[in-house]
């Protein structure tokens, strides 16, 4: 079908004005342009790493430590401290890794304060009626079993699990962010999934 | 605790991406779908935000790098007792290792030192890095801020040396070569984790108090 055409610009011209059109402002700074930035005097800079990787942070916390609140105190514990050390950062291309390195650190030492690497299951959400089948459940109520499920599970696989299927990090990445063997990883992941699928198929 | 078995090798494959999910047996996929299914549930991202919290505690922060701005740091200079650099004599016809445990064991030259106070000692600094344009130390004594500590290559042979007075005590501390390479002492000794996990760890030295032991240099082993 042929598009109509803005102006004069002929039709071969079309793609470069549709890219204009949509890219309307400036690119996205990267990472290490950022970091420069911040390291430079440009506090307020250290916003945008901010917006660009709390969620993902705060999503990772919460999966590990099980509670909103714990997680939010590691995180914001996390980035004053990767704030305050990022000239430590030797790789500002992999900020993302580093920024996970350090909230799993901050997450582990929160877990090892509690004595266990258990949730505590009264701080889980209250179970919907085992006898519901999965897909009536709600999906809250279906979120609620998951976690339960993946709260039960060791912190090492927990973490695992989460980093891959959650976060979507390859090995590689994972290694950068936990320090383990690629290898131990994948045992860590197809543990993990081992247990949650058994866990899954008695819960449900 | 409940029973757990292992699962099929294809159903891991498929959950790695190594294998079309599509091609496994019915009862496999139905796991393939709940595992995945339970890890899309579990990526809902949480309503909270953390940012405004983390903006204003960094407020009055600086990070470390810019914690001494250029004037602070020429008076930090002028008032720091300086790094005197110690003429070692590694014999360069022998091999490398050789000539570092050669450094290492000449006695260091009396003169020229500066004059550490009760409490603080001279830490020496060692590295072979052939062809490193520059090496400096970076470390704890100095909040890990670059460019006070550089080390020298007098000799061109690629062994980089320098020294400090530092307070009496552990400090850690780390090479940056070039520039942007951080690599830590190869002859510290002793390492302690950088905090950061992965397994990273910085050089750590310890330095005794000069009175302790008049001739005995605090280095980095």
């Known amino acids: ?85 990022l000239a430590q950062c030797r790789d500002p291309a992999r900020l993302r890794s580093w920024l996970y390195r350090i909230t799993g650190n901050r997450c582990r030492s929160h877990l090892a304060r509690r004595r266990t690497n258990d949730i505590s299951l009264s701080e889980a959400p209250p179970l919907a009626d085992a006898s519901d089948s999965w897909a009536v459940l709600e999906r809250g109520e279906q979120v609620a079993l998951v976690e339960r499920a993946l709260n039960a599970l060791p912190a090492e696989k927990r973490e695992a ?31 993990a999934r081992e247990a949650l699928l058994a866990a899954l198929e008695e819960l449900v | ?4 078995s292992p699962i099929d090798p294809r159903l891991q494959e498929a959950l790695d991406g190594e294998r079309d999910p599509g091609t496994l047996p019915m ?26 919290r983390v903006m204003a505690e960094i407020h009055d922060l600086k990070p470390e790098v810019q914690s001494v701005r250029p004037a602070r740091r020429l008076m930090r200079w002028l008032a720091r007792p300086r790094a005197v650099t110690l003429r070692l004599r590694p014999a360069w016809t022998l091999a490398l290792v050789a000539g570092l ?15 550490p106070g009760a409490h603080e000692g001279i830490a020496q600094f060692v590295g072979h890095f052939p062809g490193a344009r520059s090496v400096e130390v970076v470390g704890s004594f100095n909040d890990w801020s670059r460019g006070s500590l550089h080390l020298r290559d007098e000799h061109h042979d690629g062994i980089w040396h320098g020294a400090a007075v530092l307070p009496a005590g552990p400090h850690e501390y780390m090479f940056i070569v070039d520039g942007e390479r951080w690599v830590p002492d190869p002859l510290a000794g002793r390492y302690v984790d950088d905090g950061f996990g992965a397994g990273r760890e910085n050089s750590l030295l310890i330095v005794r108090p000069a009175q302790a032991s008049l001739d005995e240099d605090a280095t980095p082993r």
């Open chain 1, 1 to 85: 079908m042929r598009r109509a055409k803005p102006l004069q610009i002929r039709d071969e011209a079309l793609p470069l004005r549709v890219t204009l059109m949509v890219n309307d402002g400036p690119p996205a700074p990267t990472d290490v342009e950022v970091v420069a930035r911040v390291l430079g005097g440009d506090g307020e800079a250290f916003g945008i790493l901010i917006r660009r990787y709390e969620p993902g942070l705060l999503r990772f916390a919460t999966r590990m430590l099980g509670n909103p609140d714990a997680a939010a105190d590691a995180v914001a514990e996390s980035l004053v401290r990767a704030y305050r050390h």
């Open chain 1, 161 to 191: 699990f989460v980093l891959k299927h959650v976060e979507g990090m390859s090995y590689e990445e994972m290694a950068a962010v936990t320090g383990a063997r690629i290898p131990t990883l994948k045992m860590r992941v197809h543990r």
């Open chain 2, 1 to 4: 605790m409940m029973a757990m």
């Open chain 2, 27 to 52: 009862d496999l996929r139905e796991a393939y779908a709940r595992l995945m299914g339970a890890a899309n549930l579990l990526q809902t991202l949480p309503a909270v935000s953390v940012a405004a």
């Open chain 2, 101 to 115: 445990a050669a450094i290492l064991l000449i006695p260091t030259q009396p003169t020229n030192r500066p004059s």
